[in-house]
C-alpha cells in the first residue's frame, strides 16, 4: 500500500449545516496521522483555480457549532468535462495530493468518482445535504438540523394559525426526496404530508378540509415538499382557494434558513465520526467510496453506487399522521 | 366616579407575540382589584356571537411565555356598522360589563373609539403589532420578538449566502412600515434597507452591487420591507437579475414565522406592565385611552389619536447601515 | 384475546421533553381505535388518589410541542408495595380500564411489571428518560433534547471561555450514566469527558492541562456527568486549581434546563411513533412490555428486562474526542 | 483641534454578548473616515504586552452575530499603577495612536480615565456589561442578550417545576445590580424576585410559600440575584428547607450562559451605534466620556462619572411581580 502524505478536503453542492464540523475532523484526524491537510476554496472549482492552502489544528478551531462551510461551495461545469478534471489532477499533484476527501451530494460523488477513475488520487466521499436521500446511509449530514429549523419556522406559524383559524400550507424543502416534509410533518402535527414519494390526490385533501370545516376544525397546517408532483404551496393553495373560498388559506415557503444555522447535537456528531472515518479510510488503502452509517455502523458504499435514492416510505407513517392529527 | 365591577379584554386583529402576556396581566390586575374579568374570543366578533366567558387567575396560568393568543383573533366587518356595535353593547351589558380592554392594532383602536363614544363603556387599547407604527408609543407589543425572530432567520440565510457568495433578498413584513426591515436590516449587517419610509433607487442599489462585484465582494443581503414601493422580494430580484445576470440572486420570504414565537423578555415586560395598567387607567377613570410607553412612561392617547403613524425616520441610520456594512 | 375498551395513560418519574407528544400519540391513536382513553395525574399516585379523567382527541392538542407533561409527574412510595397496587387496581377497575400505557423511566416500569403479575391489566411501557440508559431501545424520549439543550447553553460557554482563556468545568446530568456527558462533550469539541462508565484519571487530565497551558492553548472545556465517580464539576475543579493554580478554573452546572423545553423532531416523532405502537400493542395482546426502538424497528423487551443498562460505550469515541480537541 | 489619524478598540473586564457588533462599528466607521485602526488583544494588558495589530474592514466580517470578543479581554492589574499606563502609553505610540475606544464596564472606564489624564491619548469608554448597572445609559451591550438567556432557561426550569408541583430557586448574574433578576423574573412570571437593591425578608417569602402550599399553589419560582444580601440561591433554598421541609425545593444556577449568545436584535443595534458614536465623538474632539443612550439619544457621560450605579427600581414594579405571579 502506497503510504499517504497530504490529504485535501473540499466542501462541493448544497451547503449543509454539519459540513465545518466534517472539515474539522478530517483536518484533525489527519494532523494526528501526520498528514499534510489542504483545504480546498470553493469545491471542485477550486481545485483547478488553484485555491488550495495547508491548513492547520487551529485553522479549524471553534467551527464545530457554525453553519455554512469555511471552505465556501460551489457548482463546477467544467470538471464535468474530462479537460476539466486533467487540470484539477495536475493542480492537486502540486501539491502532492494523494488523497481527497468530498464532503458533498451525489452530484459531487459522481464528479469524484470518474476523477478517481481516470486519475491515481483515492476519493472518499462524505454524505453532506439536508435532503437525506443518498443510498448507503441511515443519515446525512445536516437533515437534522434542517428539520429542527423547519419544526421551530412551523411551531410558530402554528401560533399564529391557530389566533386565527387558519389553514396554511407550508412548503419545505426536498427537490427530489419528501423526508423533510416528511418529518418536520409529522413532528408539528400537520394534517396532511405532500411530498413526492406519493402521489397526493388533492381533492382527498380538500375534501376532508371541507368535512373538518363543517365540524369547526379550521386550523390546519399542510406542508408540501418543493419537489411534489403537484407545484408546490402556492400552487396547492390556489387550488384549494379554488374550491374553499371560505377558508382563510395562507402560505408559507421556508426556503433557504433550512440550510443554515448552527448544527443540532446529531449533526455534529455524525459529521465528527464520518470525517474520521474518512481519514482512517484512506490510510487504509479504502478508496472511492462514500462513507454512510448503517444501524449505527460505518458503511462503504462504492462512489459510483452513493446515488439519490428514493428510499421506500413505510405507508404506515401515513397512517400515523391521519390518525395523530385528527 | 362609577364604580368598576366587571370588565372584558380581547385581542383583536393580525396576532402578535405578547398578547397573552398582556391578557394575563389584565386577568390578574383585575381579579386583585375584586373585578369580575370575562374573555371575549374571537375579538369584536366574539362580543357579537357572545362568545364572552369568566378568566380566574387559573384560566391565564403558564401562558406568558406563549406565542398566539389563547384568546384568538379575527377581524369583524359587522363591528364597522352602528347596527353591529349596537349588539356588542347590549352582549357586554348582558354581563353587566362596565369596561374593555382591547389589544391589537390602529384598526381595533378605530372601531373602540367609535363603541366608547356610542356607548357608555369606556374602552383602553393596548398596542399589539408587530409593525411598530402607533402613534403614541414607542414601542408596541410584538415587535421586539418580530424582530428577533428575523434576525434568527437573516443569521441562516447568511451562512448559505457566505458559502455559496450569493445576493439574497430576503422580504420582511411591514405593509406600511418599515420598522422591521430596518431593525433586522441594520443587526444581521444587511448591505441594502428597502422601506416604505423612504424611497429606495434601485439603479443606485444595483450599480453598487456591480461595483461590490468587481471588488469580489459577492455575499450582500437586501432587506426589503413587503410594503415597500417597489414592490417586495420578487419584483426587487427581477430587476436585479434583469441588469446583474451573472449575479447568483434569491429570494427569501419570512412570512407568517414573523408573528409566532415565544415572547421577548422585552415584549413580555412591555405587555405586563401595560396590561396592569390598563386596569390601572380603567380604575381611575381614564377612558377611551391608548396605552403607550413613551420614554419608559406610561403614557395616553386619545383612541381617535392612536392611529397608524409613519415615523420620521432619523436619516443618520441609512448613513449607519452604508458604513457599517462595507 | 379478551376485547380492549377503556385504556389509561400516566407519565411516571423524572419528567421528559417529548412526553406529551408520547400522551398524544396515546390519546389520539386509542381514540382512533374507538377506545376509551383516560389520563391519570401525577404518575402511579394518581391512580392511588382516584385522579382519573377522560380525554377527547381535543385534551391533547397544541402539545406536541411542549416541554413537561400535562399529565404531571410523581414518585410514588405507596405503589411499591402490595396494597398500595391492590388500591390502584381496585381504583382502575371503577373505570373498567383494561389497558394501561406508562410512560417513565425503569423504576416505573418497575412497578408496571409487579402490578401487571398481581391483577390483569396488562401494562405497556414507553422509555421517557433523558438519560438514555435503559435496555431494549436505541433511544428514549427527551435524551435528543436534552443534549440538544446541553449543546446550546455549552457554545455560550464556550463564547466566554474563549474570549477569557478560561478552563471551564460544566456538568451535565446523567447520575448512572453518561450519554449525555459524551455526546454533549463530542459536539461541542470538548477537550475532555467524564462519565460514569468509564474511570477517569484527573492526574492524567491535570498533567494535559498543564501540557496545553505550555503550548498556550488555555482555553479547555471538561464535561463532567453528575454520576462520575469523581464526584461531580466542583469537586473536579477544586482538585484542577489544587494542581494548577494558575489557570482560571470556572464551574458551570447545568443542571434542570436540560429536563424541559420544546421537544427536537427525533424525540417528537419517537415519542409519537412510540405511542402510537403501545395501543397497536395492547390491541394485539401483547401484554407487559416496554416499547423500544432498535436499528428502526419497533422492540418489545418484557417489563422486567426494561433495566436501566450500561451500554459498553466504544472505546474509540474517546480516541475521536481527544483527536479531535486537539 | 488636532487631527486624527490612528485609533485603537479593545474590550475589558466580563464578556458581554454585543461586544463584537461594537469592534466591527468602530473599525468600519474609522476606516470608512481614512482612519487607520489597530486592534488590541486582551483588553489594557494587550497594550501593555503590544498585542496591536492592524484591522481592515474583512477582520470584523461576519461577527456582529457572534457571541464573545474577537479582540478576547482580561482584567489587568499593571494597569492600575501609573508605571503600566506609562509603559501603555509607550506602545500606544509606537503605532501612533491618538484616539482608544473601550469597550468594558466602570472598571475598565476607571482605568481609562486615569490614562487619559496622564497622557495625552482621548479615551471613548461604551458601556459593555450584561448587569446594566452603569451610570449615564439606559441600556449597556450585552443586557438584552443575558436576560433572554436568562428567560430561556428559566422557561426551560418551569416546565419541569410544573411537571414535578417543584419549589425553584433560580440564581441569575448580578454581583451588585439586580436587572437581569428582575427583568427575567417579570419575564417568567416569577413568584418571587430577590436583588440587592432591595431587602427581601426571607420569612415573608415563606410564610406566603405555606399560604400557597394550603391552597395547592406548589408549583413557585423564585429569581435570586447573586449579589442579593441573603447570600444566593443555595442558601436560600437551605433556609426554605429548613422551615418547609415538606416542599420539593431544588436549585439551579444559571450560570456564564448568560455571558455567551448570539446577540439580540437590540444589542446588536446598540453596539453599532454606540461604536459609531465612539468615532464620531473622537473625530468631534469629543473626549473622555463614555457613550450611552439616554430616551433613545446619544449621551456622553465623563468617564469619572460612569461609575457603577444602583438606580432606584420603582417599587410599582414589585407590586406588578405580586400581583401578576398570583
Not at 487540470?87 to 502532492?96: F, G, S, T, V
Not at 363543517?214 to 400552487?235: F, M, S, W, Y
Request: hydrophobic residues 40%; charged residues 25%; neutral net charge.
Amino acid at each position: 500500500m502506497k503510504k499517504l502524505n497530504n490529504i485535501a478536503v473540499l466542501t462541493s453542492g448544497g451547503d449543509a449545516p454539519g459540513m465545518n464540523a466534517a472539515v474539522r475532523a478530517v483536518v484533525r484526524t489527519g494532523i494526528y496521522h501526520q498528514l499534510n491537510v489542504f483545504g480546498v476554496m470553493y469545491g471542485y472549482r477550486g481545485i483547478l483555480k488553484n485555491e488550495i492552502f495547508p491548513m492547520e489544528s487551529k485553522s479549524v478551531a471553534n467551527i464545530i457549532q457554525r453553519g455554512g462551510t469555511i471552505l465556501k461551495t460551489a457548482r463546477c461545469k467544467e470538471f464535468y468535462e474530462y479537460e476539466g478534471r486533467k487540470k484539477a489532477y495536475e493542480n492537486l499533484k502540486k501539491h502532492n495530493i494523494d488523497g481527497l476527501v468530498v464532503i458533498g451530494g451525489d452530484g459531487s460523488f459522481n464528479g469524484a468518482q470518474k476523477f478517481s477513475q481516470e486519475f491515481d488520487i483515492p476519493c472518499i466521499g462524505l454524505p453532506g445535504t439536508i435532503d437525506k436521500d443518498i443510498a448507503g446511509t441511515d443519515f446525512t449530514i445536516g437533515f437534522d438540523t434542517a428539520v429542527n429549523t423547519a419544526i421551530e419556522a412551523i411551531d410558530k406559524i402554528r401560533d399564529t394559525a391557530d389566533a386565527h383559524d387558519r389553514l396554511f400550507v407550508i412548503e419545505v424543502m426536498g427537490r427530489d426526496a419528501g423526508y423533510i416534509a416528511l418529518h418536520s410533518g409529522i413532528a408539528t402535527g400537520a394534517e396532511h404530508i405532500m411530498m413526492p414519494e406519493r402521489k397526493t390526490e388533492l381533492h382527498d385533501i380538500i375534501e376532508e378540509l371541507q368535512a373538518n370545516e363543517r365540524r369547526k376544525k379550521l386550523v390546519n397546517l399542510i406542508v408540501v415538499a418543493e419537489g411534489d408532483e403537484t407545484g408546490g404551496a402556492n400552487e396547492v393553495a390556489r387550488r384549494i382557494k379554488e374550491s374553499c373560498p371560505q377558508l382563510d388559506t395562507r402560505v408559507c415557503i421556508l426556503g433557504h434558513i433550512q440550510r443554515g444555522g448552527s448544527p443540532t447535537c446529531t449533526d455534529r456528531i455524525l459529521a465528527s465520526r464520518m470525517g474520521y472515518a474518512a481519514v482512517d479510510a484512506l490510510l487504509e488503502g479504502i478508496h472511492n467510496v462514500m462513507i454512510g452509517i448503517v444501524n449505527d455502523k460505518i458503511h462503504y458504499t462504492p462512489l459510483d453506487k452513493a446515488v439519490k435514492a428514493k428510499q421506500e416510505i413505510d405507508p404506515e407513517w401515513f397512517k400515523i399522521v391521519k390518525i395523530l392529527a385528527s
